[in-house]
């Protein structure tokens, strides 16, 4: 038997810049935003640096630089390598 991928259709934008007070978030859409504040996103400093993490059903996921960050249909986030997101998914018009 084969199956194939249903069609989804995702929210996402790509992680390209720590949040800090001189943006305030202004580049990062608003569920990103409401996820950073409800504690599903947050910020962890390891060595003198800074990690973006995603709490996600089985467990947490480190976010690198330049990862797409994805909210699906039932508004769960997770992180994409740039390779794997632009393999699995295209851009849709509004």
Known sequence: MKYRKKPEIIEAFQYKKHMSGDNNGKM????FMSAFKSGICYYSNYGGSRYLYIKVADGECNVP???YIVKNEMGELRPYRPDIFESMYELVSD
């Not at 990062?28 to 569920?31: A, F, G, T």
């Open 28 to 31: 990062y859409p608003d569920w």
């Open 65 to 67: 630089l330049g990862s």
